[in-house]
């Protein structure tokens, strides 16, 4: 019980403490994980990003800038969150805490960079396309986009998880 | 069909419950909690959409997924 409530309280502060670093960052410090998409990005739509100090990467072929609030740190800490409770019910022993909470923070992380580049190439694409969609306008698109891919990204991580779950590892040391 | 569809779509939000969750609170609940609402009705249209867009979508799947499994099981 105590190892469960000290798992919550490290999870709320790793959650809390990423929310404050993301409020108070600019973008040349979100490159831990700005520049690992911005390649993938570059990978996927075959655009040349480069940095731009002080702003993000930017395509000048694109013309699109990937900056701080193109970042996924706010993916990332639901999908954190999301796991954490997902896999919560591993956690018997401080061993098996950490490994819940590091699995959570890194598949976190991932997930967050591969939902990111789907997000940020369809809407490169969205851009390139204004007639894809006439009815709505290029805002509107966007935002739809946005929720789409993050909400189908977290829905895809949490399918993937309870299936790695069920037949990867047994549920306690014991079973 | 109908049946099939409620049960379907009732099935599906059961298994979203958690992404659905966490989604609506990095989206709503965190925004909510730190005075969002206080920047009018900006904030308001954006949280509106964010509320419905999901469980639409939801809907829509499980429409597509009732009748494609419908025309498999008739062919």
């Known amino acids: 019980m105590k190892t469960k409530l000290l798992t919550v309280l490290v999870a709320a502060f ?36 480069t940095l731009l100090p002080g702003e993000g990467y930017f395509s000048r072929e694109q013309l699109f800038l990937i900056e701080k609030s193109c970042a996924g740190v706010n993916f990332m800490i639901a999908a954190f969150g999301m796991l954490v409770f997902a896999l919560f019910h591993r956690v018997h022993s401080a061993g098996a805490a ?15 960079l591969i939902v990111n580049t789907v997000r940020i190439a369809a809407a490169i694409w969205l851009a390139a396309h204004p007639a894809a969609l006439p009815a709505f306008s290029a805002e509107d698109v966007h935002r739809v986009e946005g929720i789409l891919v993050y909400f189908g990204g977290l829905v895809l991580l949490y399918e993937l998880t309870q299936r790695l779950d069920r037949r990867l590892v047994p549920t306690s040391p014991a079973s | 069909m109908i049946g099939a569809l409620g049960s379907t779509i009732a099935h599906a939000f059961r298994r979203t419950a958690l992404p659905l969750g966490a989604y609506y609170g990095i989206t709503l609940i965190v925004p909510l909690a730190n005075g969002a609402p206080q920047s009018g009705s900006i904030f308001l249209e954006h949280a509106l959409v964010v509320l419905i867009v999901p469980p639409v979508a939801i809907g829509c799947a499980c429409i597509v997924h009732t009748i494609a499994r419908a025309a498999l099981e008739r062919s």
Request: positive net charge; aromatic residues 10%.
């Open chain 1, 98 to 112: 950490l490994k819940v909470l590091g699995v959570s923070l890194a598949a976190g992380y991932s997930g967050a």
């Open chain 1, 14 to 49: 790793i959650a809390w403490g990423l929310k404050r670093h993301y409020s108070d960052a600019r973008a040349d410090d979100l490159r831990w994980i700005l520049t690992p998409t911005a390649h993938l990005v570059g990978v996927v739509t075959g655009a040349t990003f």
